[in-house]
């Protein structure tokens, strides 16, 4: 099994849709959460940490649910703009190794 | 200030050559990592750094990949005698400290030919 699992996508939506996307973690000894944002060709950049009480920054709202392991991420009133693979990344203890990155969700927003 | 940089941009090599690919990090960062991702494809943790040392080489591929780092700051990857499987953007990044968010560089694309 995978240390976190998400599924690829393509997800296709219409401009001003919301749309959520979740990811499941395997270790349950992990601490921190990110979500990363990636575009076509460039390299992965930080869209959001992930707190426990959740958290949202404008139309992006983070979810972390540690009893089932997964967390979320909603996108509001989509913009062309966020097309792009959203990338769930899990941290297994502070203090230890890298940061392990799903293989990404790949949104398409459609006008 | 200045990001997270990586040398070359671009590098075509042929099949059998030695390459170098070099990771500038953020001043003070004690941690970097070394990642590859193919055409299409995730994330693939190659080797994390904390300070000079190497506690987790375990996404080496092969024998033919090792990587040092230099003074808390600079680090080389080498791949000797490449093969064509790995042609990819060989990404570097860099925190503060081990589990901080990562702030990557633009990558090197490689390609053996």
């Known amino acids: 099994r995978k240390e976190v699992e998400q599924d690829p996508g393509p997800f296709n939506v219409p401009e001003g849709a919301t749309v959520a996307f979740n990811c499941t973690y395997s270790?349950?000894?992990?601490?921190?959460f990110f979500w990363y944002r990636q575009d076509c060709r460039k390299e992965p950049k930080l869209l959001m940490s992930?707190?426990?009480s959740g958290n949202e920054d404008g139309r992006f709202t983070a979810q972390l649910n540690r009893a089932s392991q997964y967390i979320s991420l909603l996108i509001r009133d989509s913009k062309l703009s966020d097309s792009a693979t959203y990338l769930c990344?899990?941290?297994?203890?502070?203090?230890?190794?890298?940061?392990?990155f799903g293989s990404g969700t790949r949104l398409q927003v459609q006008p | 200030g200045a990001g997270v940089s990586q040398s070359p941009s671009n590098k075509v090599t042929e099949k059998g050559k030695d390459v170098e690919l070099r990771c500038d990090p953020i001043?003070?960062?004690?941690?970097l990592y070394w990642y590859r991702q193919s055409l299409g494809q995730g994330l693939e943790f190659l080797i994390y750094f904390q300070g000079n040392s190497a506690p987790d080489k375990s996404g080496l591929p092969s024998d033919r990949f090792s990587a040092e780092r230099t003074g808390g700051s600079v680090s080389t990857l080498t791949i000797q005698r490449t093969q064509q499987e790995d042609s990819a953007v060989y990404l570097c990044?860099?925190?503060?400290?081990?589990?901080?968010?990562?702030?990557f560089g633009p990558g090197t694309r490689l390609t053996v030919l």
């Open positions: 990044a860099s925190s503060l400290q081990a589990g901080d968010e990562q702030f």
């Open positions: 990344v899990v941290s297994p203890f502070t203090g230890r190794r890298a940061l392990t």
């Open positions: 270790n349950s000894a992990s601490q921190s």
């Open positions: 992930v707190y426990s």
């Open positions: 001043s003070g960062h004690t941690a």
